[in-house]
């Protein structure tokens, strides 16, 4: 018997069922508010901004911040004063791999600028630091306060229908994250039969690959303290690969946000189960009422689930990198995994086709340190802008062989064999 599983699980005790009414409340709030004082005023925005594209005004990302101050605290706070570049590579080739599907990728020339720019999105990730430290956020923090604020408002602006939709759905579902564990205790005698039943579970919930491994501190978010979660369970979903070929159309941005929900499903109903057990858990999606508690892609790695690309994404030999990630925290007692080998290294180091495809030509051709590790690292300054204006991008996931249905498991055959010799 699985007690992680639907039918199986324990239902919330009463404190657990009197914190969801609460978190139910605070989040009808918050929906209530934001569609007050953000989605009413982005929509004016949008509009505003379309008719600023189409008289070739530049849009100064700096009047759009909600705070000045906050960035300035910031960039104080780092050594050195290097501001951002925002400038591509001068080597833009608008059509090379067969693997997307549009005629031709946009220049990557944007209608948005800083008059000020901020602190390097490089230097807050800590390129070039060689002491291990936890990351801080840049973009994606949903708060507005950091130093690319003002990009991120614009992204948040800009979005289509689809990802707006799909962002509100996943802030209703995170209502369950702050709802407490049921008091009474199951006690987990073999931990390796429990996370036999953890992956069997989540998989039941949606994703296709599942680890398990200890959450260093080194892979949390400034902010969050990991204390109280020794384990991260890590989940991938696979993505509609037909919509993410259309990178950087809006059909691809509807298979990546379609990802993000499925992969937030996932994590916040296998936390739920986790919770009914009377073990803390949290769910950790990239999108959400209070997003990235954590790196997703190295707890991917080192739960096994693949390797970091060159691409600075998961490359997993299933689906290559067509995956979205989330992962669930707890104090559950587990087995852990380990990280696998599966050749992802001598490949990237031998190939170039996301580099050479990446329109703004953020990525890097070899390894860099960043926070104490060497590993593959894309250009923050230079990827993040074109993202922003391209829905999202994605070709360098679309166009990594890896990607393509049934290759991974023969590059990796091939990969390992090419050692021996
Ligand atoms: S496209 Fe090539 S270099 Fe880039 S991540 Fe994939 S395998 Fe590595
Ligand atoms: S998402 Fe990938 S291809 Fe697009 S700009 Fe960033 S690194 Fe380049």
Aim: charged share 20%; net charge positive.
């Amino acid at each position: 018997m699985n007690p992680l599983l639907k039918n199986e699980s324990p239902a919330m005790d009463t404190w657990a069922i009197f914190g969801l009414w609460v978190a139910s409340l605070k989040t009808i709030a918050h929906l209530v508010y934001m569609g007050a004082f953000q989605v009413i005023p982005e929509k004016f925005l949008k509009r505003r901004f379309a008719r600023q594209i189409k008289q070739g005004k530049t849009i100064w990302l700096d009047d759009l911040q909600f705070s000045h101050s906050q960035p300035d605290a910031q960039q104080k706070s780092f050594p050195g004063n290097e501001i951002a570049d925002l400038t591509p590579g001068n080597n833009f080739h608008p059509r090379k791999s067969r693997a997307v599907l549009l005629d031709a990728y946009p220049e990557p020339k944007y209608p948005f600028a800083y008059r000020c720019l901020p602190l390097s999105g490089n230097i807050i990730n800590g390129l070039g630091e060689n002491q291990k430290r936890p990351a801080r956020k840049v973009f994606h923090s949903g708060d507005y306060k950091i130093a690319w604020n003002g990009l991120e408002r614009y992204f948040h602006a800009m979005a289509d229908k689809v990802s707006a939709n799909v962002l509100r759905k996943i802030l209703w579902q995170d209502r369950h994250k702050s709802v407490k564990a049921n008091a009474k205790r199951v006690p987990i005698e073999n931990p390796e039969i429990m996370s036999r039943h953890v992956k069997e579970a989540a998989k039941q919930l949606g994703a296709d690959l599942v680890g398990i491994t200890n959450l260093s501190p080194e892979y949390a978010f400034e902010h969050f303290d990991p204390i109280h979660y020794p384990t991260a369970i890590s989940l991938a979903v696979s993505m509609d690969l037909a919509g993410v070929k259309y990178a950087t159309a809006e059909k691809s941005t509807a298979a990546i946000m379609d990802g993000y929900q499925r992969a937030a499903f996932a994590s916040i109903e296998l936390a739920k189960r986790i919770r009914a057990l009377g073990w803390s858990a949290l769910s950790a999606s990239n999108v959400g009422a209070d997003t990235a508690e954590v790196l997703h892609v190295p707890l991917a790695v080192q739960a096994g689930l693949g390797q970091l690309g060159k691409h600075g994404s998961l490359i997993s030999k299933e689906f290559g990198s067509n995956l979205r990630l989330a992962t669930v925290l707890t104090n559950m007692p587990l087995a852990h995994d380990r990280p696998i080998d599966i050749g992802v290294d001598d490949f990237c180091t031998r190939c170039e086709i996301c580099m050479t495809n990446c329109p703004p030509q953020a990525i890097f051709d070899s390894k860099k340190m960043v926070r104490g590790i060497e590993k593959w690292y894309v250009n923050f300054d230079r990827c993040v802008p074109y993202f922003v204006a391209n829905n999202s991008c994605g070709i360098c996931l679309a166009v990594c062989p890896w990607t393509e249905p049934g290759r991974g498991k023969g590059i990796s055959l091939r990969m390992l064999a090419l050692r021996e010799q």
